[in-house]
């Protein structure tokens, strides 16, 4: 059975860092099918791309216009985590982060990130 689950939001003010876990079970990343996406939706808004990387053996990253130069989208095979790295955070960065996994239409159930002073 296939499964994710996101931890690591909270509160955290303007400019400082958070790290988001995603760990996945029922499949394997290093394969075709691996690929792993992360999500956000802030209030009274639609639900956007954040950041996603390929299955396969080298897993290949890409960003929102957004968050690039400030997130970071990894993953550890040996635990099938994906992480999300988030710097320089940003007010309008407040929304709850989802974990996906395209391949099987699987999310989590979403964790909170405020940034606020």
């Known amino acids: 059975q296939v499964e994710v689950v996101e931890s690591g939001g909270g509160l955290v003010q303007p400019g400082g860092s958070l790290t988001l876990s995603c760990v996945a079970s029922?499949?394997?990343?290093?394969?075709?099918?691996?690929?792993m996406s992360w999500w956000r939706q802030a209030p009274g808004k639609e639900r956007e791309l954040v950041a996603h990387?390929?299955?396969?053996?080298?897993?290949?990253?890409n960003y929102a216009d957004s968050v690039k130069d400030r997130f970071t989208i990894s993953r550890d095979t040996t635990v099938n985590t994906v992480y999300l790295q988030m710097n320089n955070l940003k007010p309008e960065d407040t929304a709850v982060y989802y974990c996906?996994?395209?391949?099987?239409?699987?999310w989590g159930q979403g964790t909170q990130v405020t940034v606020s002073s």
């Open positions: 990387i390929t299955g396969g053996a080298v897993g290949i990253t």
């Open positions: 029922g499949f394997s990343f290093t394969t075709s099918s691996g690929a």
């Open positions: 996906t996994t395209p391949q099987f239409g699987i």
